[in-house]
């Protein structure tokens, strides 16, 4: 059998597993929790070895009409997706597990859970335009119960927006998906797929803003980065989801095959299509920065860090050279392990404190250390300090920028600079607080309620108040993550080699 069908295995069977679970409910939460574990194990083996022994080979599975078919094929920039999300999803379920341990209707979620990791390998895997984009409408489908799981109404409310902007900008993908349809061609080919004829018409570059910025939906471009402040009310797993693991990569993945692999950059590259698309990932980077500073929610703040990172991987691809291919797809690496880790250090103080709010954290580093040394870890790897993970991938996108050139590039290195001022400033105060409480204080002006929450937290620093970190399957994956930014920071050769070998 040839080996390459293989690739159907780790997108179907999380499918099919998810949809039989929803089917037939296990009651017994532990025998559910091993079962789907093994699972997830098992789907992520399968995966690896696809990614040993993979041919550039298409396999197309079902043709819809004409030459148009659903096809898998993993190239160099699938495995780079695929080995992100297969590498995270299991330390991302053994944590669920824990999270999830009192929260209702837990068969409902896993089976959407487990579901999920099914359609972004399959978007990983995609072998042309077509397959990519049904894979992507499907994992908002089940990504919506997700967000919907608590049924609070800023639940319902964060629902319903997510599902509105995903279905806005999956419309305008649909544009690009018919313009390269009409042309007679939709596989991925690095270096794009327009021919001579097609470059000259005047609807492709409207087609490719469109299709961009409807794909950069789910990678939180501004304007459209609305829902995933909302969707901040989802359980930390789902957050987790969203915004290091699956759906934000996803976007971004999308938006660099677009840009690589469909349009391609010979016939974008100069042109008002490219300066476009490259100013709204610079005013993101910016914006998501600035409004991290102010926001006072703690899992909040960690979600506009991720809108302006994010846009950090955009505006790598849309400098359209070699090194912004690399830089981008270094930075979704960093980004992915860096964030999963902070949101998961998030998740573990508000399960286990119920402390949702900055101005809440003060001296919460000498009561639960395990987690904030690992959330201090992930700041400092986000901020781009030496020897972590977050700066040799944003080494490489200052790199790509410099060497482009370019005027508009240049200032896109100069809203990276303030950015990582402003990261410092919004991810640092929380850790100084958790460590150095005396150095917080009640700001003048500040409201009651961040009045009592600091008076309050000043008596239970000279109490014996303790908030213990007792659960392992939350505590295992948040250090493993925090082991691999550093073990990232101080060997990145090989991942660099191996991403500066894409074609």
Same mark, same amino acid.
């Given at each position: 059998m040839n080996i390459n069908y293989f690739i159907l295995l780790p997108v179907i069977m999380p499918i099919v597993f998810g949809i039989l679970l929803l089917l037939f409910p296990v009651k017994n939460d532990r025998a559910r929790n091993i079962i789907n574990f093994i699972f997830v194990l098992i789907n992520t083996a399968f995966s690896f070895m696809t990614f040993l022994y993979w041919k550039e080979e298409s396999i197309s599975?079902? +043709?819809?009409?004409?030459?148009?078919?659903?096809?898998?094929?993993?190239?160099?920039?699938?495995?780079?997706?695929?080995?992100?999300?297969?590498?995270?999803?299991?330390?991302?379920?053994?944590?669920?597990?824990?999270?999830?341990?009192?929260?209702? +209707?837990?068969?409902?979620?896993?089976?959407?859970?487990?579901?999920?990791?099914?359609?972004?390998?399959?978007?990983?895997?995609?072998?042309?335009?077509l397959t990519m984009y049904v894979f992507y409408e499907m994992l908002t489908l089940v990504t919506f119960p997700l967000v919907l799981h608590p049924m609070t109404k800023a639940a319902v409310k964060a629902a319903k927006t997510y599902l509105v902007y995903s279905l806005g900008g999956a419309a305008f993908g649909l544009i690009g998906l018919i313009f390269m349809m009409s042309i007679g061609s939709?596989?991925?080919?690095?270096?794009?797929?327009?021919?001579?004829?097609?470059?000259?018409?005047?609807?492709?570059?409207?087609?490719?803003?469109?299709?961009?910025?409807?794909f950069s939906v789910k990678a939180a471009m501004a304007p459209f980065s609305g829902w995933l402040i909302k969707a901040a009310v989802a359980p930390t797993p789902v957050t987790a989801l969203l915004h290091a693991v699956a759906v934000v990569n996803a976007g971004?993945?999308?938006?660099?095959?677009?840009?690589?692999?469909?349009?391609?950059?010979?016939?974008?590259?100069?042109?008002?299509?490219?300066?476009?698309?490259?100013?709204?990932?610079?005013?993101?980077?910016?914006?998501?920065?600035?409004?991290?500073?102010?926001?006072?929610?703690?899992?909040? +703040?960690?979600?506009?860090?991720?809108?302006s990172n994010l846009s950090y991987i955009l505006f790598a691809a849309t400098i359209m050279t070699p090194l912004g291919l690399t830089a981008a797809f270094a930075h979704m690496i960093m980004h992915s392990l860096t964030k999963i880790c902070s949101f998961f250090c998030c998740g573990i103080v508000m399960e286990q404190t119920g402390k949702e709010y900055v101005y809440q954290l003060d001296g919460m580093g000498k009561k639960m250390r395990i987690?904030?040394?690992?959330?201090?870890?992930?700041?400092?790897?986000?901020?781009?300090?030496?020897?972590?993970?977050?700066?040799?991938?944003?080494?490489?996108?200052?790199?790509?920028?410099?060497?482009?050139?370019?005027?508009?590039?240049?200032?896109?290195?100069?809203?990276?600079?303030?950015?990582?001022?402003?990261?410092a400033i919004y991810m640092l105060s929380i850790v100084i607080r958790a460590y150095f409480p005396e150095m917080a204080t009640v700001k003048e002006g500040a409201d009651n309620t961040e009045k009592k929450a600091q008076k309050k937290n000043k008596n239970e620093l000279s109490s014996n108040t303790d908030y213990k970190e007792h659960c392992v399957p939350m505590l295992l994956p948040v250090i493993c993550f925090a082991v691999g930014i550093i073990i990232l920071g101080v060997f990145w050769q090989p991942v660099l080699d191996f991403i500066s070998f894409i074609n």
């Amino acid at each position: 059998m040839n080996i390459n069908y293989f690739i159907l295995l780790p997108v179907i069977m999380p499918i099919v597993f998810g949809i039989l679970l929803l089917l037939f409910p296990v009651k017994n939460d532990r025998a559910r929790n091993i079962i789907n574990f093994i699972f997830v194990l098992i789907n992520t083996a399968f995966s690896f070895m696809t990614f040993l022994y993979w041919k550039e080979e298409s396999i197309s599975v079902v +043709r819809l009409f004409g030459d148009f078919t659903i096809s898998f094929r993993i190239d160099r920039a699938a495995c780079i997706f695929g080995v992100i999300v297969s590498g995270l999803w299991p330390f991302a379920s053994l944590y669920a597990y824990g999270y999830m341990a009192h929260q209702e +209707r837990k068969n409902t979620f896993f089976s959407f859970f487990t579901m999920t990791y099914g359609v972004v390998m399959g978007i990983a895997f995609a072998g042309n335009l077509l397959t990519m984009y049904v894979f992507y409408e499907m994992l908002t489908l089940v990504t919506f119960p997700l967000v919907l799981h608590p049924m609070t109404k800023a639940a319902v409310k964060a629902a319903k927006t997510y599902l509105v902007y995903s279905l806005g900008g999956a419309a305008f993908g649909l544009i690009g998906l018919i313009f390269m349809m009409s042309i007679g061609s939709v596989d991925f080919v690095y270096g794009g797929c327009i021919d001579g004829e097609s470059a000259g018409s005047m609807f492709l570059l409207p087609a490719f803003v469109l299709a961009f910025c409807g794909f950069s939906v789910k990678a939180a471009m501004a304007p459209f980065s609305g829902w995933l402040i909302k969707a901040a009310v989802a359980p930390t797993p789902v957050t987790a989801l969203l915004h290091a693991v699956a759906v934000v990569n996803a976007g971004s993945f999308a938006c660099i095959r677009l840009i690589y692999y469909i349009f391609g950059t010979d016939v974008i590259y100069g042109t008002w299509a490219q300066y476009f698309v490259m100013s709204l990932t610079i005013i993101t980077i910016v914006f998501g920065s600035s409004f991290a500073v102010k926001e006072r929610h703690f899992k909040r +703040r960690l979600a506009y860090s991720t809108i302006s990172n994010l846009s950090y991987i955009l505006f790598a691809a849309t400098i359209m050279t070699p090194l912004g291919l690399t830089a981008a797809f270094a930075h979704m690496i960093m980004h992915s392990l860096t964030k999963i880790c902070s949101f998961f250090c998030c998740g573990i103080v508000m399960e286990q404190t119920g402390k949702e709010y900055v101005y809440q954290l003060d001296g919460m580093g000498k009561k639960m250390r395990i987690s904030f040394v690992c959330f201090t870890i992930a700041s400092l790897s986000l901020i781009g300090i030496p020897m972590f993970c977050g700066f040799q991938s944003k080494w490489r996108i200052g790199v790509a920028a410099v060497s482009d050139a370019q005027p508009l590039t240049i200032a896109g290195l100069i809203a990276l600079l303030l950015s990582a001022l402003l990261t410092a400033i919004y991810m640092l105060s929380i850790v100084i607080r958790a460590y150095f409480p005396e150095m917080a204080t009640v700001k003048e002006g500040a409201d009651n309620t961040e009045k009592k929450a600091q008076k309050k937290n000043k008596n239970e620093l000279s109490s014996n108040t303790d908030y213990k970190e007792h659960c392992v399957p939350m505590l295992l994956p948040v250090i493993c993550f925090a082991v691999g930014i550093i073990i990232l920071g101080v060997f990145w050769q090989p991942v660099l080699d191996f991403i500066s070998f894409i074609n």
